[in-house]
Structures are given as structure tokens and as C-alpha cells.
């Protein structure tokens, strides 16, 4: 505005003709005294933005000073994730806001503009935050962390180059609430009031109390808590009335969103679920594990894999679960991430009705389908599946390739449909999807597992290996026993892949059985050489 003012004086003055008239020279005095103070105004209001932009450039460079170091090391660390979502969310978009009161016509600043422009849909949003912040609750509750820990920037041993502030704690201890998980959120509350700062910390100390109220309330036992307190009311008392009616609310909204975690993701025995993706047995499944074996295979002396076996790594004997060891090769995985990054979407699943396609809250990854016809490297995986398992592929589906992100986890489900009419459907399709060969395209240092809840085994993500297991019995009956789930990812990029066999073509390869829970075999297995695991 300052400038406007300036630039509309000069206008005015250049009309004028200055030497002809005393009367007009004083003129000039005056324009000078009033756009010298305008300019000082300007320059002032300029350098206090100038000031706050270049607090915020520093404290970015600070935020990203390890990034440089290793990025796909930097990115794996779910605090840095966060951290990194969060600049997009807040700082950039302060930085973007800032920058809209300067000139428009200095070069760099069109830059900058130009790329929030373009890029302005793709930053994270608060949304991003709130998936974020869930993510870091996911690694803690899945791998039994402390939240001091986290604060400090180490998940399991990891450590970030950065830490959580306050209001970082503040932030989960709140999202812990709306989850239902009452500890977590004491835990992560009174970390945000121990480390309070009067002006500093966004929330109020008097805020932050009354969440650590309702959460140690609630984690005795919230329903008999709220009818107490509402029994106990008494309406004259305005302050405990409107909390407890904020309550009654609160805990509204919890029963409601338990209710759509059962629903979606059915019946889920998290302790079990945990206990596996930190690599523990099931301790009755403990007297099984004597029995398993590694092995070489030729498939019953398939050519192809005569000169090199595959190793097979026995999982599970109840169901058949093996892991196939040096399968793919970096080659091909790093060819099949090629041409998947740029078709990466959320995993979305169907809603009420057929065409209502929306976005899986529970399945927090990015997936991609790849056609054999996209590149030779996804053809040869098809045909190195089908030499492994004996097989036909001809039905077989895409190749489905996931990408986790921050604790990215997909929750215990079963790879088939387990209700009648959903899978006469399937029927009218290839049939069901009878196989599940699961392909690791990374490592994973900390979590990223792969567990069989009913099973009581999880298979480690080992780049270039696969995991392999019948969805249904010979009989055609769905094997209730392979209900499984990709655990959150706590360190590291986990990538994987689907390959999903039907049951068209495959009815000489993998023959029916009468009795109806009569146990396949995973391969018609020879044993090159066979030692004890
Ligand atoms: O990524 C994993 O470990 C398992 C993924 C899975 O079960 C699926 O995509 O159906
Ligand atoms: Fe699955």
C-alpha cells in the first residue's frame, strides 16, 4: 500500500514543469515530506516481514540439516516423516503466505510463487498431519515404545536428528484421545504439561489439564466414569454441567468410532497382532516351530530351476506358509519400483454402494497395478512365480505393488471374500484368488512384518524374497487360518508386492480334495537337500 502511495505522488509530480515557478518548488518539499515517511513505513513494514521470513528460512534449515546426509535413510525415521509433513503443512505455507505481501515483480520471489502455484494441491495438509500423527501412535502402541523416547527422536534404537516439541506432544497425546487409547494419551499429556512454555506452547496449560482429566478417566473405566458424573450433576454448577456434557459427546464419538473400527476391519486380536509384528511366537504355536525346515527346491526337477534351487523357508505348518529366499533380483526390483512410482494412489475400497470408491482409512499405503505388457521385468516375474509354485499364471491378477507410509500398516484381513454371496461373484470372474505370493521389493529394519494372526507366525520383509500360502483349502473351503496383516512400519521404506492366483486353470496343478479341510501341500516338492532350520 506504502509503495502505492509512492508511486501515485511521482505520477502526479511527473506532470508537472518544476523551474518555471517558485510556488511549485515548495510543492516538491512537501511531496518529499509526505512520501519519505510513507517510504520509511514501507521499508520498516518490509524489513519486520523480511525479519520473520528470515527467522523461518533458518528455522528450516535447521529442521532439513540432516536430511542431506542420506535421504532414504532421513525419510524412513517416522519422526522425520512427521517433521517433514509438518514444514509442508505449517511453515512452508507461513513462508507462502509471507511471501504474498511482497513485490510480485522480484525475480526470485515469482520463483518461489510459481512453485507453490503448481504445487499448491500436492503439499500436505492438515489432513497429512493427522495421518502423521496417527502414524507415530501406530509404531508406539505396535512396538511397546515410551513416548520420553519418541520425544527424544528414538524408535526402537533409531534415532532422528530431531525431536518432538511440546506442542508435538500435545498434538498426539490429543489424536490418542480420539482413537480410544486412553494411556497413551495420559502418557503423551503429561509429557506436553511437564515440558509447558508460558508463551511459548500453542495450547493453554488449562486445556491441556482437562484432557489429561478426561483421559485418566476414561482409562479406568469410562462408561461407569460418565454415568457417575452425570448422576452426580447437579445443574446449578454451570462449569461441570458444560464439561460434562463435553464429555458425554466425547465419549459419544469414541463408542462411535470403535464401532467403525470393528466393522471395517472385523474382529482383531491386536495383543496377538503386536506380539508378532515385534517378531514374537504365539506361545502355543511354539512346539510347532521344532518341525520346520529349510529347503532347496526344483519343483520336481523343473528345468529352470535345476542349476539354482529356490530356497524355501518354512513358516508355518498349520497352514502351509513358506518364504521363498533370492527370488528377484535388484535389477528387476528396482525396474518394477520404476514404473510403479508414477501410478502410486491410496488404497481405496468399494463404499455402501458399487461405484462409492473411497479411500481405506485403515490401509495406509499407496498402491499401483503393473501389467505384464508394462515392461519385461514385470513378465518375468509372472513366469518366475509360476516356475516356483507350479502354477499356471494365465489368470493370475496384475501384479499390485504397495508403497507404506508414515507406520504404514494394512490390519489383519483375509486376501479372499469369506461371505457366500461375495464369493459367488468371484465365480462368474477367474474364481477365487486360491494363492497369495507376496513379494518383499525392500528391506525393512524395524517392523513392516507380515503376521498370520491365526497362524502365530509373521514373516520378516527380506528384499527379493516371497512370501507364498493357499487362501483356500483343495476343497475349495476359504482357510480361515491365513488371516494376516502388513505391520506398521517403524523404520525404513517397506515396498511390496501382490501377486494374486486364481483358481481358473489351475484345476490339474492343484487338484480338488473330498474331504473338505483336507491340507494342500504347498509344493509337489522334491528335496534337492534338505538340513534342519
Ligand atoms: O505387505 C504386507 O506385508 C502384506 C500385504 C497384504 O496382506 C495385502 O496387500 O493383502
Ligand atoms: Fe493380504
Not at 155 to 167: H, W
Not at 275 to 295: A, P, S, V
Amino acid at each position: 500500500m506504502y509503495m502505492a502511495i509512492v508511486i501515485c505522488t511521482v505520477c502526479y509530480v511527473g506532470k508537472a514543469e518544476w523551474f518555471s515557478s517558485m510556488e511549485q518548488i515548495t510543492d516538491l518539499l512537501r511531496h518529499e515530506n509526505t512520501m519519505l515517511p510513507a517510504l520509511q513505513r514501507f521499508v520498516d513494514a518490509k524489513r519486520k516481514q523480511l525479519a520473520q521470513l528470515q527467522e523461518l528460512v533458518y528455522l528450516t534449515i535447521y529442521r532439513k540439516a540432516s536430511v542431506s546426509i542420506n535421504k532414504e535413510e532421513y525419510i524412513s525415521h517416522p519422526i522425520n516423516q512427521y517433521h517433514l509433513i509438518k514444514r509442508f503443512a505449517n511453515d512452508w505455507t507461513q513462508i507462502a503466505a509471507l511471501l504474498q505481501t511482497f513485490n510480485k515483480t522480484s525475480k526470485f520471489i515469482n520463483i518461489i510463487s510459481a512453485i507453490f502455484k503448481k504445487a499448491k494441491t500436492l503439499f500436505p495438509k492438515d489432513e497429512d498431519m493427522k495421518g502423521g500423527t496417527e502414524g507415530i501412535l501406530r509404531v508406539q502402541i505396535t512396538y511397546n515404545l515410551n513416548a520420553s523416547d519418541l520425544v527424544e527422536g528414538n524408535i526402537a534404537g533409531k534415532y532422528s536428528f530431531l525431536n518432538l516439541s511440546t506442542d508435538d506432544c500435545y498434538r498426539i497425546g490429543k489424536t490418542a484421545l480420539r482413537g480410544g487409547l486412553f494411556g497413551r494419551c495420559v502418557e503423551w499429556i503429561e509429557l506436553a504439561l511437564q515440558r509447558f512454555e508460558e508463551g511459548k506452547s500453542t495450547f493453554t496449560k488449562r486445556n491441556a489439564t482437562e484432557y489429561l482429566d478426561i483421559c485418566e478417566f476414561a482409562q479406568t473405566n469410562y462408561k461407569s466414569t460418565v454415568l457417575l458424573r452425570l448422576v452426580k450433576m447437579k445443574p446449578r454448577n454451570r462449569i461441570r454441567f458444560t464439561r460434562t456434557i463435553k464429555w458425554k459427546l466425547l465419549f459419544k464419538r469414541l463408542t462411535f468410532s470403535r464401532h467403525a473400527r470393528v466393522q471395517t476391519q472385523e474382529v482383531v486380536d491386536d495383543e496377538t497382532f503386536f506380539k508378532l509384528c515385534r517378531g514374537e511366537q504365539t506361545l502355543t504355536k511354539k512346539k510347532q516351530h521344532k518341525k520346520l525346515r529349510c529347503y532347496l527346491s526344483t519343483n520336481m526337477g523343473n528345468p529352470k530351476l535345476l542349476i539354482r534351487p529356490v530356497k524355501v523357508e518354512e513358516l508355518s505348518k498349520s497352514p502351509d506358509i513358506v518364504q521363498f529366499h533370492d527370488v528377484l533380483s535388484d535389477t528387476v526390483i528396482n525396474e518394477i519400483k520404476k514404473l510403479a512410482k508414477p501410478q502410486l494412489f491410496r488404497a481405496i475400497h468399494a463404499g455402501s454402494d458399487d461405484t462409492d470408491l473411497q479411500k481405506a482409512p485403515y490401509r495406509i499405503t499407496k498402491l499401483a497395478w503393473l501389467l505384464d505388457d508394462d515392461g519385461p521385468e514385470v513378465a518375468k516375474i509372472t513366469e518366475r512365480i509360476s516356475d516356483i509354485t507350479g502354477l499356471t499364471l494365465n489368470t493370475s491378477e496384475e501384479i499390485q505393488v504397495a508403497n507404506y507410509g508414515v507406520g504404514g500398516e494394512y490390519p489383519p484381513h483375509f486376501d479372499i471374500p469369506t461371505t457366500d454371496e461375495e464369493r459367488d461373484d468371484l465365480k462368474s470372474q477367474d474364481g477365487e484368488r486360491i494363492a497369495t505370493f507376496l513379494i518383499y521389493l525392500s528391506d525393512v529394519e524395524v517392523g513392516g512384518r507380515t503376521a498370520f494372526v491365526n497362524a502365530g507366525v509373521s514373516a520378516k520383509p527380506i528384499k527379493g524374497s516371497a512370501v507364498f500360502w493357499y487362501n483356500v483349502f483343495p476343497s475349495g473351503e476359504p482357510d480361515l487360518r491365513t488371516y494376516h496383516g502388513a505391520c506398521p512400519v517403524a523404520f525404513g521404506n517397506k515396498w511390496a508386492g501382490n501377486k494374486w492366483i486364481r483358481e481358473a486353470g489351475e484345476m490339474f496343478r492343484r487338484k480338488c480334495e473330498l474331504d473338505r479341510y483336507a491340507d494342500s501341500k504347498i509344493l509337489n516338492v522334491r528335496l534337492v537337500y534338505r538340513n534342519r532350520a
